[in-house]
């Protein structure tokens, strides 16, 4: 099995800046695609950003330029930094990963609050 454990969410004032992360551990293989996802209230999850293993990505419009993904493959992790944060970005954020441990699966994360006050 892969577990995905994000950390990093809060409270931040509109126009701060917040980190996330995301650790993948279980008996992995190879991941080829990491990414990240965002619920707010009354909506439907969203893709935010992704990142392939060769680095290529992916951004949703409302947050280009603004956020950006890294990933270190040796630790299995993704990062988010969000900056310029906007009351519109309050939602609960989730790391997602498609994973090889035998056979290839979607995995997610239990999901971090992130809160941007106006």
């Known amino acids: 099995q892969v577990q995905l454990v994000e950390s990093g969410g809060g409270l931040v004032q509109a126009g701060g800046s917040l980190r996330l992360s995301c650790q993948a551990s279980g008996s992995i293989v190879s991941i080829n695609y990491m990414g990240w996802y965002r619920q707010a209230p009354g909506k439907q999850r969203e893709l935010v950003t992704s990142i392939t293993s060769d680095g290529n990505t992916v951004y949703a419009d409302s947050v280009k330029g603004r956020f950006t993904i890294s990933r270190d493959n040796a630790r299995n992790t993704v990062y988010l930094q969000m900056n310029s944060l906007k009351p519109e970005d309050t939602a609960v954020y989730y790391c997602?990963?498609?994973?090889?441990?035998?056979?290839?699966?979607?995995?997610w994360g239990q999901g971090t609050q992130v809160t941007v006050s106006s």
């Open positions: 997602n990963a498609r994973a090889f441990n035998g056979a290839w699966g979607v995995y």
